[in-house]
């Protein structure tokens, strides 16, 4: 497992939601068949497509990235846990992240995403 592999595809994720318009797509590339979205406020997404059609919301304008790592769950599963800052217009948001990804078909596919606000 190559741990910037992994750190790599989720910050290039937060580059897809600070862009207009590449967000949905990115997802779709990257998204495992049967995703698991855990989000701030109780909300849970499990159907691919809802997953993909709600990253076509407004881009962020500032996102920055803190304390990055990743913690290998097998040879094929691992976790990308850290945290953020992101402001898009008057909104600020403080949250910690992780994100599971497992390895399907040679490529890293993100299974489950987990939000919590601090």
Known sequence: MD?????????RGWEALSTEGAAPGY????????????LPGGMVIDDRQTVVDSMGGP?????????????QLGADAAVV??????R???????SLFNSTYRREDGAWRL???????R
Do not use: C, F, K
């Open 59 to 71: 881009p962020w304008d500032d996102v920055h990235l803190e304390e990055m790592r990743v913690i």
């Open 3 to 11: 741990a910037n592999e992994l750190i790599e595809l989720e910050q």
């Open 88 to 94: 898009r217009g008057e909104t600020e948001v403080s």
């Open 111 to 117: 299974v489950v995403h987990q939000q919590t606000p």
């Open 81 to 86: 846990a850290y945290g953020a800052e992101a």
């Open 27 to 38: 997802y779709d590339e990257v998204l495992a068949a049967e995703p698991l979205m855990l």
